[in-house]
């Protein structure tokens, strides 16, 4: 069976495709975390196991989902006709219990969030979102899915209902300060004072920490020389934004997909929006590839 249930070296959800070997760990109820990825042999992602066996704090490692915001609102409100609702950094899917089920192709799993009362209090909205993992030859292929349902409950009159969506996968790195990467706009926007910055600048600064949002128009490959592997993430519009992350000392580098800035449920920029009864489809891949 490619999907198993494992114990060591925590409870989690083993895929493994039976062609290549690679695998991915999933722990469902931990916010559909995908906690690790094998590729070739290689560990692709970072994990803080220490921080990880303690629930209640936040996970730093894998990849997180970020939904229905990516970072946070000003003063973690979000303003709608429904009322104002706390809406904490990231959003509450990364919290929350997903359901996985494997693929009837037996290619993949599906992860599965739909809306509760608990996060009914956070967003008034009935929404389901799946998230389809397959393990393609040396990359991982991710498929998205946002759905606003209709429910009773729920009249239409309130309207579309907006989101953003990204991933935060924590790349395993040697050493950040000697990771390079390329393909980025020259330009972009530091997460850190909210300002437009010089991306080489940022770049620079990998081994003291950044938090820059770019809009590239293309692949952007992560290359870490001491490992001798590079990792590429492929985008495709409205999920083409893409955020570097870095927080030494962890030996990582977040390469994220977003579908727009901080703040966009409020300011409008690059903001999603879904009527009733309607869904969107967003998608990405990352593929590994060795250096000389």
């Known amino acids: 069976m490619p999907l198993q249930r494992c114990l060591e070296p925590y409870p989690h959800w083993l895929y493994r495709d039976p062609r290549s070997g690679d695998s991915l760990r999933i722990v469902p109820e931990r916010g559909g975390l995908v906690s690790g990825w094998s590729c070739g042999g290689r560990e692709i992602l970072y ?21 229905p915001i990516c970072g946070n609102l000003p003063g973690d409100r979000l303003d709608l006709p429904q009322g104002s609702f706390h809406l904490p950094q990231h959003g509450f899917a990364r919290d929350l219990p997903w359901q996985l089920q494997e693929l009837e192709a ?3 799993v599906v992860l599965v969030l739909e809306d509760s009362p608990e996060s009914r209090a956070q967003f008034p909205f009935a929404f389901r979102l799946e998230l389809e993992l397959r393990l393609e030859p040396a990359a991982l292929a991710i498929t998205v899915r946002v759905s606003h349902r209709r429910e009773e409950g729920f ?65 952007v490959r992560l290359v870490d020389p001491l490992a001798g592997h590079a ?34 449920l409020v300011t409008g920029d690059r903001r999603l929006e879904l009527a009733p009864g309607q869904s969107q489809q967003l998608s990405c891949r990352y593929r590994v590839d060795t250096t000389g």
């Open 106 to 108: 037996a290619d993949g």
């Open 155 to 219: 009249p239409e009159s309130l309207g579309s209902m907006p989101f953003s969506f990204g991933l935060h996968p924590y790349l395993a790195v040697v050493d950040p300060a000697a990771v390079r990467l390329e393909g980025l706009a020259p330009h972009g926007l530091d997460h850190h004072t909210m300002t437009a910055t010089s991306t080489a600048e940022q770049l620079a600064r990998l081994g003291q920490g950044v938090d820059l949002l770019t809009a590239p128009a293309g692949p």
């Open 231 to 264: 990792v590429t993430l492929e985008t495709r519009a409205p999920w083409d934004q893409v955020v570097i992350w870095s927080d030494p000392p962890r030996p990582m580098v977040c390469l994220e997909p977003w579908t727009g800035p901080r703040g966009s």
């Open 47 to 67: 994990l803080d196991a220490e921080r990880f066996a303690d629930p209640a704090l936040s996970v730093r490692g894998g990849i997180p989902v970020l939904f």
